[in-house]
C-alpha cells in the first residue's frame, strides 16, 4: 500500500506527548517505528526511556485508527 496523509498521535505511559503528521503507509510497522525513533531522537530522549512511547496512526482529519505501534 502506498503512503498517504496521517495524523500520528505519540504517547508515552498513556499521556500524550505530540501529534505529527507524515504520508506514511500505515499497513507497514516498520515505517511507522522509523517515524517514531526518529522524532524520539529529534526530541533527544534516551535510548533507554524509549520503550514508554507508543505511536497511533490516524488517516489525516478523522479518527479512523489505522495503525500503532511502540518504539
Known amino acids: 500500500m502506498a503512503g498517504r496523509p496521517l495524523e500520528l498521535r505519540i504517547t508515552r505511559k498513556g499521556r ?4 505529527i503528521e507524515a504520508n ?3 499497513a507497514n510497522p516498520g515505517e511507522l517505528r522509523q517515524i517514531l525513533t526518529a ?5 533527544r530522549w534516551h535510548p533507554g526511556r ?20 511502540r518504539a
Open 50 to 69: 524509549w520503550g514508554e512511547f507508543e505511536m497511533t496512526a490516524f488517516e489525516a482529519g478523522t479518527s479512523k485508527r489505522a495503525g500503532k505501534v
Open 39 to 43: 522524532w524520539l531522537e529529534g526530541n
Open 16 to 19: 500524550h506527548e505530540a501529534t
Open 24 to 26: 506514511a503507509d500505515p
